[in-house]
């Protein structure tokens, strides 16, 4: 017996810490490692519903994001993760907001209307001021989306922002944006973080002047951003807190344990192992998930050697763990993939495409047909991609019963996007949430984009997208839609196995917390709803 078989659990003693949800994640991996494939017969699980309460006011509040860098910003153009666009929605709003149904409602603006796709007619919210007590106008909202179509702020939405033919104040109170061409998903694009609001000319954003619901005290990239209850704010009766200290924690470890001692009352991004550590706490901590558009996905390269046979792509299909990755990897906090990038629970989701089960059978027939029984393939992982390392091993295990070899290799996280994504001929990714599908389909499925994972070129699937985007009928919009995720579920070699959620750590004195299709932190704006009780 080797040094590894002497360290490695007992497999029945593995297999009750996985049924009661205290496997780890490296126990799980060395599990697999040694070709043992789980069952998927394991109950999910989900944050527990909070009771209605009277928002009770006042308190300061201390978060923990995941991401701190000297790069933070409070510029919305720069913003390019999940504690930017928590600490720009502390100090700005946006014309729009997305609902629970990833529906576009009335922000700063209260109506937007066109007829044709192309001319928009925006009607602002009167009476809403700025941080430094300016009243907001036209002109502050035509000059911050404009910025975004200079090369020179390289805007994180640069490219989406070329669709701003021109934007003119018609009045105080009235903007119109002329369009390059139709698109009724405007309200939904102008929802995104990079388009919030700011004061025309702003020179400094260091200072947070914005129309948000706390006003910039402090700012310190890398550190902290300090947040005090806007008096003035436009929504009634919000914020609930006083004050909001939001710090950059990028170790798990770190944010995990600063909750359970107090010193936080809520942190993003926390794994299943530590959620099931917050949730056997005996009711002191609870874990916030949010079933987002998130998703890990396996990448094939349709350009090269083996993925430009559809076969072997199809083949790799059948060999997919769905159920298992969420039931095991993800201890519940998951849900299966159908092989396209849109979730279940979208309201143009194609319900027609079931995930297709395991089948060693079929996969053996397009292995065959591919001329590829009994070939050996490279599957390029790393670590921190949700169930992907696992994932990987799983269909190592399951590839060998259809005539298959995966070999699993993992590489280092450290240059895993730079290196390695997009550029192995089979390797995983991992995609966040969109605010529409277009803008999905639009980044990684178009011929064109600069980020099509799997290189595949579907000329019917371009031509689909660009006219969707001027349907203004929502049951000819989803038809089209629906076709569309009809081609890449049989013919792309992006593969989606899971979707997963996004799970956040609160202590019990948190309440106010609800999940949000958007993203984390109730898309990114927690502070804004939430408030502390004793």
């Known amino acids: 017996m080797s040094k590894d078989d002497k360290d490695f659990p007992n ?7 996985l049924n009661r949800g205290s496997l780890s994640r490296r126990d799980l991996i060395k599990l697999l490692s040694v070709g043992a494939v789980i069952g998927s017969g394991l109950p999910g699980f989900s944050a527990s519903a909070l009771a209605a309460e009277v928002p009770v006011k006042g308190g300061k509040m201390r978060a923990a994001m995941s991401n701190s860098s000297a790069t933070d910003t409070l510029d919305p153009a720069k913003a390019n993760n999940s504690a930017d666009y928590t600490r720009q929605y502390m100090f700005y709003n946006g014309l729009t907001e997305i609902n629970q149904t990833l529906v576009a409602t009335p922000a700063l603006a209260t109506a937007l209307q066109s007829d044709d796709g192309i001319r928009w007619q925006i009607t602002l919210r009167k009476g809403v001021t700025f941080h430094n007590g300016k009243s907001l106008t036209a002109d502050d909202v035509v000059w911050s989306l404009s910025r975004h179509k200079d090369p020179s ?11 701003f033919k021109t934007l003119t104040a018609v009045s105080p109170q009235q903007v119109e944006i002329v369009l390059q061409g139709p698109n009724f998903d405007l309200p939904l694009m102008l929802a995104m973080p990079a388009f919030l609001i700011v004061p025309a000319d702003t020179t400094d954003f260091n200072k947070g002047i914005g129309t948000g619901p706390f006003v910039c005290q402090a700012f310190v990239p890398g550190l902290h951003t300090l947040g005090k ?3 003035a704010y436009w929504k009634p009766g919000l914020p609930h807190l006083d004050d909001i200290e939001l710090l950059g924690v990028p170790d798990q470890a770190a944010r995990v344990n600063g909750l359970m001692s ?3 009352h809520i942190c993003s991004s926390i794994s299943p192992d530590y959620a099931q550590r917050l949730k056997n706490s005996g009711g002191q901590f609870g874990v916030l998930e949010s079933k987002s558009g998130m998703y890990t996905d396996l990448i094939i390269r349709t350009d090269i050697t083996p993925g430009k046979n559809e076969d072997f792509v199809m083949a790799m ?4 763990p769905r159920e298992m990755m969420v039931n095991t990897a993800l201890l519940g906090y998951g849900t299966p993939g159908n092989d396209t990038p849109v979730p279940p629970w979208h309201p143009l989701y194609n319900a027609d495409l079931k995930p297709r089960p395991i089948d060693t059978d079929k996969a053996r027939f397009y292995l065959k047909k591919a001329g590829m029984s009994g070939a050996s393939v490279e599957v390029v992982t790393a670590p921190t991609l949700d169930a992907a390392e696992e994932g990987a091993l ?14 699993v290799r993992r590489v280092p996280y450290e240059g895993y996007w730079s290196t390695h994504w997009m550029k192995d001929p089979i390797g995983y990714g991992s995609v966040n949430p969109r605010p529409t599908v277009d803008l999905l389909f639009s980044q990684f499925y178009l011929s064109t984009a600069a980020n099509n994972e799997s290189k595949w070129h579907n000329p019917q699937f371009d031509q689909l997208v660009v006219a969707a985007r001027g349907v203004r009928d929502e049951a000819k919009r989803k038809q089209m ?11 792309c070699g992006t593969l989606v196995p899971v979707f997963v959620s996004s799970l956040d750590g609160y202590s019990h004195r948190v309440k106010g917390l609800a999940s949000s299709p958007s993203g984390m932190m109730m898309g990114y704006r927690f502070h804004e709803n939430v408030w502390l009780t004793a």
């Open 317 to 320: 299909k059948y060999l997919q």
């Open 153 to 163: 702020v390289a805007s994180s939405v640069f490219s989406l922002a070329q669709q």
């Open 11 to 17: 497999q029945h003693t593995l297999t009750r810490s």
């Open 262 to 264: 107090g010193d936080l």
């Open 394 to 407: 799983m269909m190592q295990n399951i590839a060998r019963n259809a005539g298959l070899n995966i070999n």
């Open 229 to 231: 209850r806007n008096t």
């Open 481 to 491: 839609y629906g076709d569309m995720q009809t081609l890449i579920y049989n013919h």
